[in-house]
Nanobody
């Protein structure tokens, strides 16, 4: 059974930083791409960042490019999202996700099959 558990969310002032972590169990983590998504109240879930199984390819939503960095540690079965220069509009529940198949680097939620429970990030102005 594949399980994803996020941590690291919290309350931060605008301009601050947070680092989210996602621990994955139940599969060979290093074979699969990973993604981060977020969902604000009343809005659809949106893509934030994705990373290939090797970590050699990353891509970002335009809204976070230059401020957020996705990375992974295959030895620790974990993926991270370093968030800098946070803005109030970054406030959302953040989810990590992974697809059932060991390829692809999608930006749509329906391309991912396994999800964590989410961690709340709140940025105050």
């Amino acid at each position: 059974q594949v399980q994803l558990v996020e941590s690291g969310g919290g309350l931060v002032q605008a301009g601050g930083s947070l680092r989210l972590s996602c621990a994955v169990s139940g599969r060979t983590f290093s074979r699969y791409p990973m993604g981060w998504f977020r969902q604000a109240p009343g809005k659809e879930r949106e893509f934030v960042a994705g990373i290939s199984w090797t970590g050699g390819r990353t891509y970002y939503a335009n809204s976070v490019k230059g401020r957020f960095t996705i990375s992974r540690d295959n030895a620790k079965n974990a993926v991270y999202l370093q968030m800098n220069s946070l803005k109030p509009e970054d406030t959302a529940v953040y989810y990590c996700a992974t697809p059932q198949v060991p390829y692809g680097l999608g930006a749509r939620p329906d391309e991912y099959d396994y999800w964590g429970q989410g961690t709340q990030v709140t940025v105050s102005s």
